[in-house]
């Protein structure tokens, strides 16, 4: 896609918290990601909005890596499961001269030692489902998910472009999805963990009930999101047809609205 | 040096928390790692015995990449501060048909959810303070460390080599020097995080309290590892001179005994 009004999304990870490759595995999708594609890691993603940047989630471990140069504004969270917060657990010891607002539910727990030592962290302006925010530019309404733990979906505005984004979830809570209708999201990023049908679905949508949410929601277009082992191999191996504004998130995939 | 009797040991990582580089700092140590030089990962090695392989520590995040060719057998835990353990929170939902024995002190509370939602880890087997373990052809005899949390080193013998790996600490208790004096090790790695008169020195060595041990414990050889930004500073500004059989732990540096 070309850029449209100066908000991009980048995927920085796109599965669940095993990812692709899992440890010990030598199917042929893992074996395939070491030879350098396919990789899923921890769902996170950096949102930019005229070159203001936004990490949403922290599952990756590599941050000082990915962001030694062009680093970020801020950072969002989903909620406090570990695969969404992990990167913190290094990037809180950073340059003591910097201070990194943390934005995320109000989760008194949070992960392992993180609030209690928060080293460079900022975790004192938590969101509240409903309301809205703005950061620079871009107006952020958080929103409720239906998940194992308190959790919060964020719906960015910028100009005249919506972008929803929903991990994780099963399902939508009755008011998110009201909401939803009502807001009309140009494009919908969406937890879609398993293959339909799974044994396992619990916390997470299955690739169906992504498809259902897509179709009372109606966006322009939808990015599935937070892919299980189990979905990679189901549709790599099922031929799959999805309808043509439904595309699959891989790591690195970035588009402009 | 050149093999000896089979026992082998790499530094995986030789960090502290923060590590090298620190997240968002540009000074000339941080900014060499970048082009691939002195970068400190999350403290950890990896210790082999006629093929046997035996992780001490957790903290690197890149385990699926490390061991996709060669995997170890065992998980030897010295505790599970974060760092320590945060590379099991991917490992964890590795393949199925696998059982990765997690071994280290009991400490019910574990680190985030790991002991909750343990995957394909077995911590069942925890280990206790002198009471000596033998895993194929290596003893390994757990000691009590000086540390925020319950920690355990652990002295590895081999045929007549023997190995203390002390991490993380400061000082020694009582009991666990007076073995050591008795026990004589051949090697010794040792926590040596702070620079001497660091005002920081809580929970781990810092330099001069490493060196007291190493006259103490008397060990043929000791690696000093657990290194923080400040000590890389310090001695890479100092001019430090340290006694021959003194040696500063690298990432990727290995020795045989």
């Not at 871009?138 to 472009?161: A, D, E, W």
């Not at 049908?197 to 259902?212: C, F, I, T, W, Y």
């Not at 939808?222 to 189901?234: A, F």
């Amino acid at each position: 896609m070309t850029a449209k009004s100066g908000l991009t999304l980048r995927f920085l990870g796109t599965g669940d918290a095993g990812g692709i490759p899992l440890f010990g595995c030598d199917c042929e999708i893992c074996s395939n990601t070491f030879k350098g594609n396919g990789r899923r890691r921890p769902c996170s993603a950096l949102l930019t909005c005229e070159g203001h940047s936004i990490l949403i989630d922290a599952g990756r471990t590599d941050l000082v890596d990915l962001f030694h140069e062009h680093p970020f504004q801020r950072i969002l969270l989903t909620h406090y499961h570990v695969d969404h917060v992990q990167g913190l657990f290094h990037l809180r010891w950073g340059n003591k001269n910097l201070c990194m607002p943390v934005h995320g539910p109000h989760d008194e727990q949070g992960c392992a030692d993180l609030l209690k030592h928060s080293g460079i962290l900022d975790f004192s302006d938590c969101l509240e489902p409903f309301v809205s925010r703005s950061f620079d530019k871009l107006k952020v309404i958080p929103v409720p998910l239906n998940h194992s733990r308190l959790t919060l979906g964020y719906c960015f505005k910028y100009k005249q472009t919506r972008l929803a984004y929903l991990t994780d979830t099963i399902g939508l809570p009755a008011e998110t999805e009201r909401f939803l209708c009502r807001w009309k999201p140009t494009v919908l990023v969406l937890d879609s963990t398993h293959a339909p049908g799974s044994a396992s679905v619990r916390n997470h949508n299955d690739l169906h009930m992504a498809l259902h949410i897509h179709a009372r929601i109606m966006p322009e277009t939808i990015w599935l999101t937070h892919i299980s082992h189990e979905l990679e191999t189901y549709w790599l191996t099922g031929g799959l047809q999805l309808p043509e504004n439904v595309h699959i998130a891989t790591d690195g995939t970035e588009f402009c609205l």
